[in-house]
């Protein structure tokens, strides 16, 4: 059984540029939510993607979007980058629609300059 | 105020000493999730609890829902627990949101 994994590691962009953020969830898990976790701050609840479909968002604006994909991997995109974006950017998968427990990945960490 | 909130923020401890972390949250939740996090970013999953108390080796997590509160105690610390534990709130919307607290910061010494 592998565990979420996420792509890629580390990433530095300028403002204005656009960002894709990659993430494979644990075998099994239908559900994928994402988070932004700014510097000495908690995690952000960005949004949560079940079956294919986005199901719950957070505070974040348009410019923060997602896919999920058949086999349940997921991306999200980041448009027109500030530098507010500069965060560490986590998924966790789980199951039935996320009220199961979650299952992190190790993140991509996003500098915006 | 925030929605969820941990106490306290930063923990000093000697090898072996008994922790406990607290969490308080002012929303309705159906779970509550306790993390820990390494320096480097990786989060791990230690417990979500909707109610009662659970433990797993050296830790126990309790959650009391009336009054809306929870805590992690680890017992017997040791330095490989230094990292940072935060809580998280699963709303009771219709739609799976999560408020994260922003974090105990541990550090156990030898």
């Known amino acids: 059984e592998t565990g979420v994994t996420q792509s890629p590691t580390h990433l530095i962009k300028t403002r204005g540029q656009q960002v894709t953020l990659r993430c494979s969830s644990q075998?099994?898990?239908?559900?994928v939510s994402w988070y932004q976790q700014a510097l000495g701050q908690g995690p952000q609840f960005i949004f949560q993607y079940y079956r294919e479909e986005e199901n719950g968002r957070g505070n974040f604006p348009p410019r923060f979007s997602g896919l999920q994909f058949p086999n349940y991997s997921s991306e999200l995109n980041v448009n027109a980058l500030e530098l507010d974006d500069s965060a560490l950017y986590l998924c966790?998968?789980?199951?039935?629609?996320?009220?199961?427990?979650?299952?992190f990945g190790p993140g991509t960490r996003l500098t915006v300059l | 105020k925030n929605e969820v909130e941990q106490s306290p923020q930063n923990l000093t401890a000697q090898e072996g000493e008994f922790i406990t972390i607290n969490c308080s949250y002012s929303v309705g939740i159906s779970a509550l999730h306790w993390l820990q996090q390494h320096p480097g970013g990786g989060i791990v999953s230690l417990f979500m609890?909707?109610?009662g108390k659970k433990k797993h080796g050296r830790l126990i997590a309790t959650i009391n829902i009336q009054e809306k509160h929870s805590s992690l105690h680890i017992t017997a610390s040791h330095p490989r627990d230094s990292a940072v534990y935060i809580c998280?709130?699963?709303?009771?919307?219709?739609?799976?949101?999560?408020?994260f607290g922003t974090g105990t910061r541990l550090k156990v010494l030898a």
């Open positions: 998280a709130v699963r709303l009771t919307s219709g739609t799976y949101k999560y408020i």
């Open positions: 609890l909707s109610s």
């Open positions: 075998s099994g898990h239908n559900t």
């Open positions: 966790a998968s789980s199951l039935a629609g996320g009220r199961s427990e979650q299952f």
